[in-house]
């Protein structure tokens, strides 16, 4: 039981003591604090007072957990926590105003290529019970991700130029899908103004590259790549960033760097740039995620 807790809450054992102890402490100082204060009330100990001390301690719950967390170094996850209990009682209508009644963080990932980015998150992601891919958009026939999509069972778009662009941007089905976050994981169209705009600061991009340099129309692949050994490079890497109307232009998130050899390849290079992208990507999102 106590392993199932590590991995759902991501946490290690010291932690998952800690927040054991304050679930234990908030819910006594809760269930302290209601009966003082319902002894202030005079009503007699009846139905009505059951009623009304539930309502209470519902309501002190969280002030009580929150308040013990601080000095257990534990706020930020109950912050988080109680955040979800929230969304699953339904007050949490999601970016676009719908009311839904999942917890989830539903994530679209947009995808053109192999996928392999893709399925790291797949796998990252698999056992969060606060994260889920429900989506994978992708604009080439035939692609890797697809195969991927299916055989993980998670539903994949594939999308039009036209629609996309001059069209409703596809928008009704990522609300069908109530999609709250996208991740561009080799996504090679441009994303259109009003995509951007109905995922603000919720929408990320990796780039084989360190940004600003090696970015912009092009620079996708082994482009990039043979760009950086042409010009010498000592050094190229990953960039995640926050996606805004130029290409690779938004607010940088995240980089990781390794060494360009003089004996490397555009080939070489993709290898090592796919190690950083495999290693970092997943948990680089979940940290925005978590922001
Ligand atoms: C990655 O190199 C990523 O940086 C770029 O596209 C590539 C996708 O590779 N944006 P894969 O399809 O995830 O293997």
Redesign the pocket.
Known sequence: MFEKLKQRWKVNGINLLLIITTFALGGSLCGYAGRKIMALTNIDKGTLWVVLYIILVTLLWPMAVLLVSYPLGQFGFFKRYIGRVFKRLGTDRGHDGFNRLTPDIRIAIF?S???????QIINHFSSSSSVKIALIVCNKPGA??LNIASQQGIPSLLIERERFFNGDNYLPELKAHQIDFIV????LWKIPEALIKAYPKKMV????ALLPKYGGKGM??HYVHEAVINNKEQESG?TIHYVDELYDHGAVIFQAVCAVEDNDTATTL?QK??VL?HTHFAKVIEDVLQK
Do not use: M, V
């Open positions: 995808a290529g192999a996928g392999s980015n893709a399925q890797g991700i561009l994981a080799g996504f991009n990796i780039h084989p996708f692949g990953i993709a740039i796919q992208e």
